[in-house]
C-alpha cells in the first residue's frame, strides 16, 4: 500500500512530535512519501505525486475532479484539517468509490486562541501601535483602544471552536451572545451565554466572529445587508470560511469610512490571494489562514490522519 502526504512534508518539521505514528502505518506494509506544498504544482506534477497512491494525505491544494478521474488506485483521501469539502468534491469521489476523511477535532483550542487573540489586537490596536514603533513614531494618539471585558461577543456558530471562544471570551468578563441551531445547554447555565437570532447578534455586539462549516446552508450566510446592520464602531472576525461571507467588500468599506472600528481576517475565496491591497487598510489584520497553525495542532493532524487510516483499513 502506497500513502502520499501529497502537500505536507512529515518526515521534516515541525511533525517530529508525531512522526513514531507512522510506525503503524508500516507495520501494515505501508510505503510512505511526502511532498512539501513548495514550490506550488501544476496538475500535471500533483499527478506524478500520487497516481499510484492507495491512500492520499494532503491540507493545501484543491484535488479537482479532472486529477480524481485518473487515480484509478486511489481509496482513501484525508484531509489534514476540516472542511475537506472545500477542496475536493466529495460526493464525486463517492461516486467513484474514493473516501473522503478530515481531521476533527485536531485544533480546535488553537483556533479559538487565535480568534481572542485577534479580537485583543482588535480592540488594543496592537498592530497599529508596532508599525508606528518601526516607523520610529512614538504617539499614543489616535490609538487608544477598549477592553473587552464589557463589550458584548457574538458568537456565530457554537460548535466546537465556536464553544471555546464563547467560554473564554466569558471568562474575560465579555458579556457573551450566540447564534446556533444547537442551542449549548452548557454554555446558558454555566456561561450566561444567551442566544439571538443572527440579524439580533449582528446588529447588537461589539465584536462578531466566525466560527461555522462551509456548508450549502451556510453559504453567504454573512450578507451584505447583514454587515452593513452591525452596529458603529463594532470589530469583525472570520477564522472559518470565506465561504460563509456573501463578500468582504462592505467589510473593506465600512473600515475605510469609519463606522467599523476594525476586522480580523484569515481566510479568503482566494489563497493565496492574488491582490493584497485590501491588506492595507490600516484597522484591518490580515493573515495567511494560520488559525490552526500551533506545533499541537500541526502533529494532531497526521496523528489524527493515521489513526483515521488504520481504522478505515480494519474495517
Given at each position: 500500500?502506497?500513502?502520499?502526504?501529497?502537500?505536507?512534508?512529515?518526515?521534516?518539521?515541525?511533525?517530529?512530535?508525531?512522526?513514531?505514528?507512522?510506525?503503524?502505518?508500516?507495520?501494515?506494509?505501508?510505503?510512505?512519501?511526502?511532498?512539501?506544498?513548495?514550490?506550488?504544482?501544476?496538475?500535471?506534477?500533483?499527478?506524478?505525486?500520487?497516481?499510484?497512491?492507495?491512500?492520499?494525505?494532503?491540507?493545501?491544494?484543491?484535488?479537482?475532479?479532472?486529477?480524481?478521474?485518473?487515480?484509478?488506485?486511489?481509496?482513501?483521501?484525508?484531509?489534514?484539517?476540516?472542511?475537506?469539502?472545500?477542496?475536493?468534491?466529495?460526493?464525486?469521489?463517492?461516486?467513484?468509490?474514493?473516501?473522503?476523511?478530515?481531521?476533527?477535532?485536531?485544533?480546535?483550542?488553537?483556533?479559538?486562541?487565535?480568534?481572542?487573540?485577534?479580537?485583543?489586537?482588535?480592540?488594543?490596536?496592537?498592530?497599529?501601535?508596532?508599525?508606528?514603533?518601526?516607523?520610529?513614531?512614538?504617539?499614543?494618539?489616535?490609538?487608544?483602544?477598549?477592553?473587552?471585558?464589557?463589550?458584548?461577543?457574538?458568537?456565530?456558530?457554537?460548535?466546537?471552536?465556536?464553544?471555546?471562544?464563547?467560554?473564554?471570551?466569558?471568562?474575560?468578563?465579555?458579556?457573551?451572545?450566540?447564534?446556533?441551531?444547537?442551542?449549548?445547554?452548557?454554555?446558558?447555565?454555566?456561561?450566561?451565554?444567551?442566544?439571538?437570532?443572527?440579524?439580533?447578534?449582528?446588529?447588537?455586539?461589539?465584536?462578531?466572529?466566525?466560527?461555522?462549516?462551509?456548508?450549502?446552508?451556510?453559504?453567504?450566510?454573512?450578507?451584505?445587508?447583514?454587515?452593513?446592520?452591525?452596529?458603529?464602531?463594532?470589530?469583525?472576525?472570520?477564522?472559518?470560511?470565506?465561504?460563509?461571507?456573501?463578500?468582504?467588500?462592505?467589510?473593506?468599506?465600512?473600515?475605510?469610512?469609519?463606522?467599523?472600528?476594525?476586522?480580523?481576517?484569515?481566510?479568503?475565496?482566494?489563497?493565496?490571494?492574488?491582490?493584497?491591497?485590501?491588506?492595507?487598510?490600516?484597522?484591518?489584520?490580515?493573515?495567511?489562514?494560520?488559525?490552526?497553525?500551533?506545533?499541537t495542532a500541526i502533529n494532531n493532524t497526521l496523528k489524527i490522519a493515521v489513526?483515521?487510516?488504520?481504522?478505515?483499513?480494519?474495517?
Amino acid at each position: 500500500m502506497k500513502i502520499v502526504s501529497m502537500d505536507q512534508d512529515i518526515f521534516s518539521s515541525p511533525y517530529e512530535d508525531s512522526l513514531e505514528c507512522l510506525d503503524d502505518l508500516k507495520s501494515i506494509g505501508a510505503e510512505i512519501v511526502a511532498y512539501s506544498d513548495q514550490p506550488i504544482p501544476d496538475e500535471e506534477e500533483l499527478f506524478e505525486r500520487i497516481k499510484d497512491a492507495e491512500v492520499v494525505f494532503w491540507g493545501v491544494y484543491k484535488i479537482p475532479n479532472s486529477l480524481i478521474d485518473r487515480l484509478t488506485k486511489l481509496k482513501l483521501a484525508v484531509f489534514y484539517g476540516v472542511g475537506s469539502g472545500t477542496f475536493i468534491d466529495e460526493p464525486y469521489c463517492e461516486k467513484k468509490g474514493i473516501k473522503v476523511l478530515n481531521t476533527p477535532g485536531y485544533g480546535n483550542n488553537t483556533v479559538a486562541e487565535y480568534t481572542i487573540g485577534l479580537a485583543f489586537a482588535l480592540t488594543r490596536r496592537i498592530c497599529e501601535a508596532n508599525q508606528r514603533m518601526r516607523n520610529g513614531d512614538w504617539r499614543t494618539q489616535g490609538i487608544e483602544g477598549v477592553e473587552v471585558a464589557g463589550l458584548t461577543y457574538g458568537v456565530v456558530g457554537t460548535g466546537a471552536i465556536g464553544k471555546l471562544v464563547a467560554q473564554k471570551a466569558s471568562l474575560l468578563g465579555a458579556n457573551v451572545v450566540a447564534c446556533d441551531i444547537n442551542e449549548s445547554d452548557e454554555l446558558k447555565d454555566k456561561y450566561n451565554v444567551s442566544y439571538l437570532s443572527l440579524e439580533e447578534l449582528m446588529a447588537s455586539s461589539d465584536i462578531v466572529s466566525l466560527h461555522l462549516n462551509a456548508t450549502k446552508s451556510t453559504e453567504n450566510l454573512i450578507s451584505r445587508k447583514l454587515i452593513l446592520s452591525m452596529k458603529k464602531g463594532s470589530y469583525f472576525i472570520n477564522t472559518a470560511r470565506s465561504l460563509v461571507v456573501e463578500s468582504y467588500e462592505p467589510i473593506y468599506e465600512r473600515l475605510i469610512a469609519g463606522t467599523l472600528a476594525g476586522a480580523a481576517i484569515d481566510v479568503f475565496d482566494e489563497e493565496p490571494i492574488s491582490s493584497f491591497e485590501p491588506c492595507k487598510i490600516t484597522n484591518l489584520i490580515t493573515s495567511p489562514h494560520i488559525g490552526y497553525l500551533t506545533l499541537t495542532a500541526i502533529n494532531n493532524t497526521l496523528k489524527i490522519a493515521v489513526a483515521r487510516t488504520l481504522e478505515f483499513f480494519s474495517e
